[in-house]
């Protein structure tokens, strides 16, 4: 690598793995380098490891000015606390186990699914566990509609097929992983993104948001319903994917996102939503 005079990065908030690290280490003689990126995980630690890759980081705009001078689809965001019966986790993980094995729940994310025009991206987190049944349940109470399902072993060319399908056509409901669609995937005619599963990763959540920012003929807005739960007993400590919103909003607050809180009581049915 010592051949090579300058680099660029292309996502350069993935160069903190140790691969790429070794790579950066190789190319001494490398004295122009250039790292883009639409999001960093705001960790100091890993702020120094791009610098010390690539320089200073240097912020030249945001989404918010982006949408404000037309290039980025205009964003509003729509937080839904759902309302549980009180109920206590030993860990996150018993909670989110719990969670995508939650009728009520999955029920209610169909109903506001399906009951959404234009072309609809829900994001998960586990495949077995809540994505393969949510994407069954969806494809039950969908109709004619298209439903499709996007995850690790999803192969390219099925994909490819359903990213030019939801180019042309304006009634597709997408299922995806956050590993596989929130990073890399190309699909500009997204009318809303629904968050199904409950993340506090900063570059995940942007990321995620930005499926839906790129702009398409005839679409300049995308909506984002955030899905979080509540456990708490008389307000009491939150539960831990009560917390995981909390993050959310700030990373809301610092790009300047519109957004606006509903809690939906899901104790009694499976709760309701006008949309």
Known sequence: ???????????????????????????????????????????NVHKLILEGHFGPVYRTTSSADLMDKGFLAKLKCEVIILRHEPRSFANYNDEIEYLGDLGARNQFISGLTTRLSGNVLVLFTRVEGHGIPLHALISDTAGDRPVHLIY????????ERIRKVAEVSNNNII??????????????????VVFAS??????????SIGRGLRKAKGKDSCMLYDIADDFRKNGNRNNFTLNHLAE?????????????MTTVPLNKGVGVLDV
């Open 1 to 43: 690598f010592r051949q090579f005079s300058g680099v660029i990065g292309d996502e350069c908030h993935n160069f903190k793995a140790k691969v790429l690290q070794g790579i950066m280490k190789k190319c001494p003689d490398a004295k122009w380098r250039y790292g883009f990126t639409g999001t960093l995980d705001g960790k």
């Open 152 to 159: 690790g072993d999803t192969k390219v060319t099925e994909r």
């Open 175 to 192: 299922l995806g992983s956050y590993g596989t669609m929130s990073t890399g995937v190309n699909i500009k005619n997204l009318h809303h």
């Open 198 to 207: 409950p993340s506090k990763s900063r570059i995940r959540v942007l990321q």
């Open 248 to 260: 959310r909003i700030k990373f809301y607050m610092e790009e300047d996102f519109s957004y606006r």
